[in-house]
């Protein structure tokens, strides 16, 4: 198995990375780590600093945040899905955290190495802004929906 | 000490002098007569001398002796000898020739050793004073003295000292009776011509001293500047990081040029003047022969001078100039040694050096302990430039009281935890600890019932546990059970009595465990334990002797427990969720978590021969390569790897971050591999030159496919080296055999360190927590198997290298804390040391501390006084003394400064 070719592969397939040339890409990943959870360990965790973003190869994983009440599972990430990146971004402790539910392996981009890409291709960062502002626009309309629940309760 | 070399030297050892200067005259005569028998045989039995007919005979060894007429008319003749024939007389002569010759070579050989030794005695002794003083130097006077300095001059300085002292007395006796011998025969043979002589000879020994004056200067400057220079030598190895972080090197460079510069003119001065001193006395010593056959054949021509008596008189001179020159050279020696005598004895004179008795080993070795309190009254201390450390200081504490001394950097508050220690005298006032002034108080009750522990612990080279129990050793205890050298401690002693050194046994045990308050070393054992734990250096050193590496046949038993530690581990390892955490050597199977190189040694490098730097190009694992046909194959994977980094790095600026995590070469090398690269494309390997293929060999050798995943590996490729794996370890030849500890699932391997071992695999890349999982396993087997003691142990004997380098400020520190712990002081003094530490751990450490002060678990309370950096941890002390510049302006409970008007809270902030 030609594991660097295969993570390449990989990276074009996320939005993300698409538009970034290939031998970057294998650039990219030959000096990340691939690493392994088992099901169960924790990515990261909420407020921890932010070093490192993911791209998860196989498996799956739940992004949890803390609540007063205990924690609270707000999505559920699979196969090619990147995370981890607000907090390299913005320089901000982690907002949440990021659990296995079963085997999952990923790819482990170091936040300079993230932020030096970004730098050289200005198209990454385009395609950042894309996904924020998609995130954006759903976490908008959520909150809507969700100001309209709360408003139908009271009245 | 003895202001003069020779008076040094004649209190030290007149009676050696004496003696050997008696056997230099007892040799003489055998001495003379060797010079006179080769010719009597050559003028006697050879040329025939008195053999004028066959049957003529001569006495052999016929004593007699014609006195002056006045005295006895005639012949005495002691004994009438043997009666010999030609040539049974040259046998006789020759054998009586070769026996003078032995008597000679013994009397040289027992003068020689006599003298060597009574010189290296003497160098002994002086050595060992200069070293007592250093010992008793006032603490103040280290301000001034460099370390490199002193160690020179003990060891370098006096070392011609040892060579001269042999020939102190001996030499110039003995060479001088023989020139004054040549002398008196020339004066007996002719007035004139002796007269001569004697003029010139005295004209040497009165000008050649005069012109010395000069070299003395000269030798003197040279001295202090080859000292000065190594002074400078060490304040730069000591200063290095300054030198780097300033960029100085070059400044240095150029101080340390014009220092050998300055060296290097003045001994070019000295070897001028010493050199024509030289030429002047060659001269005079020959202008004597000159005048001889000027003088003396003048007056053999006028008829008025014999020509026999002027042939013995220019014989005897000939004996004459090899004793001067032997005089003057003695004569420069000693303006030589002196001059170091004298240079280096006054660097060691210095006022206030502390008693010897102060520093004896009390009677009975008992020392009791302190009582009663800490009274300070007007203590004033001004340091050797007249700066006012601290001024007018009173209070007083109970012994016992667990008081802190608070106040900015230099407000006196450092300086009174010094005084109370003993390490800076009072320059007024009074200060008393228990029943002692701190001016006059025994080294013995200080160093034992006042611990203290400073900003900077120094640790000499030595294990942590030595270290530790370092302040247990204050006299010899119970002799040493067997001698740890050849040499016989009896005459040990006598040597080193006669030398005037200390006669305490250094192998003898030091340990005083009555001091540490237990019984037996078991007991010592558990009690450094528990203070390592107090100042929470306990897992510290459990990580050590975890990294540490032991001696499987002199722990046999800790060697089976960490095998059974192995076999444990790796059950565990097979089942979730620890599976696939480690990779497990295995002879028989790759290892894919190593890297190829380890999987074809598989095993510890020992020494250079097979260390990472040099397995790829080394002769026999290449032959190895060769022989399973592997060769070509992991070049050519090199040239992948470097194919492959040289396209993914190559327009890369060099201080991209991605480089930080290239693995196989440096930036700096890609250039280097790319042109390696051009070299060989398309080259047949078996022409390929022997650096390319190491450089790129090196490579596949470091390629772990999990890691790099470059997918090189195969199973074809792995069955390859694990034969080759087989092969390099059946034919390893004699020589490289202790290159390498092979890895073997069964024993334990020496090289390797004792989790290595406990592990024997290779913990898995990309395993999320691998190391920190691994690790935690490792100490539960451990604490399972009741083996953690075993690895403390091992983790006690690491050794913490010069000065305690290998080991941190903080860990320096808390073992300076252990130490002042261990002795159960009656009142330790804590001088602003472990400031490193945060708020929240050094007050837990305080705690700690204080719980120990309290009594804790051996009962005995003493005093603490803790000169603190971080005035906020005052609240935890009983007593707060607060300083400002150089005074005490403030002290009480801490509750009761707590007021937001008192000095403690400006300082807390």
Known sequence: ??????????????????????????????TSERITYEDGQELFHQGDAGDAAYVIISGSADVIVDTPDGEFRVAHVDKNAFVGEIAILCDVPRTATIKASERVETLKIMKEHFLRMLKEFPEMGIEVMRVLADRLGSTTEE?????????ELQA | MEPSLFKYILRHSRKQQLWIAVIVFASMPFVLLSYELPKQIVNGPIQGEGFDSPTATADFLRLAWEPPSFIYDGELVFFSGFDMERLPYLVALCIAFLGLVCINGLFKFYINTYKGRIGERMLRRLRYELLDRVLRFPIAHFKRVKAPEVATMIKDEVEPLGEFIGDAFSLPLFQASQAAIALAFIVM????????????????????PRLRRQLLVLMKRRQLMARALSGRVGEIVDGIAEVHVNDTTNYERADLANRLGQIFFIRYELFQRKYFIKFLNNFLAQFTPFLFYLVGGYFAIRGSLDIGQLIAVIAAYKDLPSPIRELINWDQKRLDVQIKYSQVIEQFETDNMVEPDRQSIPDGNVVLPLEGQIEVSNVGVTDDTGAKLLERATFKL???????????????????????????????????????????????VIGRRVAYVGVETYLPQASVIDSVLYGLKHAPLQPPTEDSDNIPRTLEIAEARRAGNSILDIDANWIDFEAAGVKSAGELQHRVHKVLEVVELDQDIFDLGLRGTIDPEGAPELAESVMKARTELRERLLEAPLKDLVDPFDHEKYNHQATLGENLMFGTAVGDTFADANLASNAYMLGTLEKSELDGELFNMGRGIAETVAELFSDLPEDHPFFEQLSFMSSEEIPEYKKVLTRTAGVDFANVKAEDISALLKLSFAYIEPRHRLGLMTDELEAKILKAREMFRENLPEENAGGVEFYDEEAYNQASSLQDNILFGRVSYG?????????????????????RDAVFQVGLRFNVGTGGKRLNALQRSKIGLARAMLKNPDLMVVNRALSSLDTRA????????????????????FGLFWVLQNAELARNFEHVLVFEDGALVEEGEPVALAGSDSKLSALVG
Do not use: C
């Open chain 2, 398 to 444: 109970p012994l016992q009281q667990h008081a802190a001394a608070v106040g900015l950097v230099n407000s006196g508050a450092e300086t009174i935890g010094d005084v109370l220690a003993g390490l800076a005298a009072p320059t007024a006032g009074r200060a008393q600890v228990g029943q002692y002034n701190v001016e006059d108080v025994p080294a013995a």
């Open chain 2, 189 to 208: 043979q002719n007035y004139w011509l002796g007269g001569i002589a004697l003029v010139v000879v005295l004209g040497q020994t009165l000008i050649i």
């Open chain 2, 767 to 787: 395993m999320a927590q691998g190391p920190a999982r691994i690790g935690e396993e490792i100490q539960k087997v451990l604490t399972e198997l009741d083996l």
């Open chain 1, 1 to 30: 198995m030609a594991g660097l070719q295969h993570e390449v592969d990989l990276l074009r397939r996320i939005p993300l990375f698409a538009n970034v040339e290939p031998a970057k890409l294998k650039l990219l990943a030959f």
């Open chain 1, 143 to 151: 909150l809507t929906d969700a100001k309209n629940k709360i408003r």
């Open chain 2, 842 to 861: 050094h007050e837990k450490m305080i705690k700690a501390v204080m719980e120990v002060a309290s009594g804790g678990e051996s009962g005995h309370r």
